[in-house]
């Protein structure tokens, strides 16, 4: 039996599909078959740099962001209703995801598309779908949702959206934080963020500075006082950015940025889950670059909590202000940076990581015939 899956990854961002191009190499080369769909041509792009073909759903459901990755709470809320209440948009993806399930054991939803949740809840299909997500991010979308008007309206589709993830057949909920276990996986997992395994770099290719900062983040004030900061404390800085591509510098895409991450002195990034990840399993010092993504907040205090070695900054439009702050945070990490653990036991935990999660999804698809 050949397992055949179909990979959601919504494009918002990137990390989901990180995870995705991560997962889907990892199933096939555990012998799956699996198809791959995104949610916009820019995420048809970046797959295509890590060797993964997609198709696109939809390119009508985005959340919506200004250019220093916060998020336009109305401007999203108008997006999502639209898309629902336009007949030519959620009721054709529905349909389209029901034609991609024919023949196949798995529909995995990294994303919180209406439509994977809508069809997630129906009998002909919800024994097949898993849904996929952080915790936190749960938590700051069902929040969200409470701030639609009217209130009643918001009460509503909180209401409607956390039985429609319940209904599906599964749900994969990771955290930077969560450990390996061994149990054999049931409807509802915990498990680590997978991040890929880190290759071995020429000394002189290792950054001192692994700079990432997703597509939303596009402000070129923030870019230029984060490069001089990182400057101002004497690393050399290997700097990753779709919002930045063309600036003096700064790379679009880099498949190869979480090998650069693992080896470097310092990782600056959005408190994302795989960034976290890196920092935690290789035990890097990391420089969190705060906005008002509710989620990323919640993880840079699970990252306070957990002790790991990091600082956080905030950008609020002041280009020396944040500067200063980019360079004394650097330095303070570097003083007390932790001893890195050795290439070899990080690439082992890395390992783990991303088999704990196809063989549970493998395990998911074999319980399928």
């Known amino acids: ?20 191009q991560l997962l889907v190499h990892a199933l096939r080369q ?42 336009l709470l109305r401007a999203s809320q108008r997006n999502v209703v639209c898309y629902m209440l336009h007949p030519a948009r959620m009721l054709r993806d529905i349909l389209g995801l029901a034609r991609q399930l024919r023949g196949r054991h798995l529909l995995v939803n990294d994303s919180f598309h209406p439509a994977a949740l809508f069809i997630g809840m129906l009998p002909p299909w919800r024994h097949k779908v898993v849904h996929v997500y952080g915790g936190s ?60 395994v880190a290759q071995a770099l020429p000394r002189s290719t290792q950054p001192g500075a ?17 490069s001089a900061g990182i400057a101002d404390a004497g690393f050399a800085a290997h700097r990753v950015g779709e919002g930045y591509a063309g600036s003096a510098g700064w790379l679009a895409v880099d498949p190869d940025w979480p090998s650069r991450a693992a080896h470097a002195d310092v990782i600056v990034s959005a408190p994302g889950m795989a960034a976290l990840s890196i920092a935690l399993v290789y035990r890097r010092p990391i420089l969190l670059v705060l906005t008002e993504q509710p989620e990323q907040a919640a993880n840079a205090e699970r990252a306070r909590q957990l002790r790991i070695r990091h600082r956080t900054v905030t950008w609020r439009g002041e280009a020396q202000e944040f500067r200063h702050q980019v ?17 070899e036991a990080g690439c082992k935990h890395a390992q783990g990581r991303v088999d704990a999660w196809t063989g549970r999804l493998l395990a998911l698809c074999a319980r399928s015939d």
């Open 1 to 20: 039996m050949t397992p055949r899956i179909v990979y959601l990854a919504t494009a918002d961002a990137r990390g989901h599909l990180m995870r995705a």
């Open 30 to 71: 555990g012998g799956a078959q699996v198809d791959v769909l995104t949610t916009s041509h820019a995420g048809q792009r970046f797959l295509a740099d890590f060797g993964i073909a997609a198709g696109i759903l939809s390119h009508h459901y985005a959340m919506q962001f200004d250019s220093r990755q916060n998020i």
């Open 137 to 196: 991010l749960r938590e700051a979308v069902l929040a969200n949702l409470d701030g639609f008007k009217p209130a009643l309206f918001g009460r509503m589709f909180r209401t409607l959206v956390g039985r429609q993830i319940d209904a599906a057949r599964a749900r994969f909920e990771h955290d930077f934080a969560y450990g390996v276990t061994d149990d054999a996986g049931g409807p509802d997992c915990l498990l680590p963020t997978p991040i890929p």
């Open 210 to 226: 692994a700079i990432y900062l997703n597509p939303h983040f596009r402000d070129t004030g923030l870019a230029d006082a984060l």
């Open 327 to 343: 360079g004394q945070a650097a330095r303070e990490l570097m003083q007390a940076a932790p001893a890195p653990v050795s290439l």
